[in-house]
């Protein structure tokens, strides 16, 4: 074949277009398919590969990845989401919990994650007192055994009685035996409060946690006599001792010990009267007081008109009576009302009751 330069040179241009369109070809395939080509990380749990695609929707992917999704499983996207270059798609693969709640046993299934917050995916609300075992901060693992225990509180007032007490109170001017109410009692009125614990509706705890008393009780006082009674004396009555008091002796028919002395005047705060007045210095048995002399004294231990020996006073004459003179008790007359109130109460003093006649 005989070719001359035209034709060597016609050919060279030609085979130069063919190698420029295929370079312009190849050049367009790297850019088209580094534009429609993705990389996409895939986790699932703790695994995590990378897969390239031209896909564009994520279900394509997961389809040709050959991973199924199944109903409990939680992923990232949804199947219609259009994929990106660098997108990473996380799947969980949850495991099964069994939940007990209030004695009913259901199957759950869930992922990786705390107690307390698997039960808030779950939409299982816990209450502020709610008892979870294990324990709200475990990690849920698979096929754990998670039971609740719901637990409730209230609190109940009641209104109850509070019974009053009775209060004795003695009174030597009172005969033993006798006795008299000087205070009535009253009852009451206190609220309870008691609280109530229930688990799963069933009450477990139930005690009182506070009293207020809304009206306080009223004590009963009652007054017990304790005055012995007296053994009534007359002028027939016999001597039970004789004694020798300032060289002279006597006999006596009773003995009074621990006998408290007070001391009055005729005077209006003694006596209620005043000089003029009538009966002014007159004593209950109609003999005018006398200083050294006079005496009142209870008419049923010691005998009006009668004369008694007292231990460091000598001898005085019963004539007369006092309200608060009762039991043991003497009163001295005294002529002036200072005298008496510097005399004021002694106690502790032994008196002999002798009969109507004062010893010589």
Known sequence: MNLNILDVTKMGKKMYWVAASMLMLAILFVATYTYLSKSITIIIDDEMRTAHTFKFKVSSLLEDEQIVIDEHDRISHEGNDWLQDGDIIVINKPFPVSITVTGKTETRYTTT?????????????????????????????ENDQITIT?????????????????????????????????????????????????????????????QDVIEPMVSEIVVIGTLKPSILLSASSPDIMEIDKDGIKFG??????????????????????SEGD????????????Q????????????????????????????????????????????????????????TGFIVYVIGENKPL
């Open 113 to 141: 994650m705390t107690v307390e917050e698997m039960l808030l995916y779950q939409g299982i609300e816990l209450g502020p007192l709610d008892k979870v075992e294990p324990s709200r901060l475990n990690v849920v693992k």
């Open 252 to 273: 006596v028919k009773k003995v009074l010990e621990n006998v408290t002395l007070t001391a009055y005047d005729a005077g209006a705060a003694s006596t209620g009267k």
């Open 291 to 346: 200083a050294g002399h006079t005496i009142a004294v209870d008419p049923n231990v010691i005998p009006l008109g009668w004369w008694v020996y007292i231990e460091g006073y000598g001898f005085r004459k019963a004539e007369d009576i006092g309200s608060a003179i009762k039991g043991n008790k003497i009163d001295l007359y005294m002529d002036s009302y200072d005298q008496a109130k510097q005399f004021g109460k002694q």
């Open 150 to 210: 719901q637990v409730d509180r209230e609190f109940e007032q009641t209104q109850v009685s509070i019974p009053y007490e009775t209060v004795e109170k003695n009174d030597e001017t009172l005969l033993e035996g006798q006795q008299r109410v000087e205070q009535a009692g009253k009852a009451g009125q206190m609220e309870v409060t008691v609280e109530k614990v229930y688990e799963d509706g069933e009450l477990v705890v139930e005690k009182e946690i506070k």
């Open 278 to 289: 009538a009966g002014y210095g007159i004593t209950y048995t109609g003999a005018t007081v």
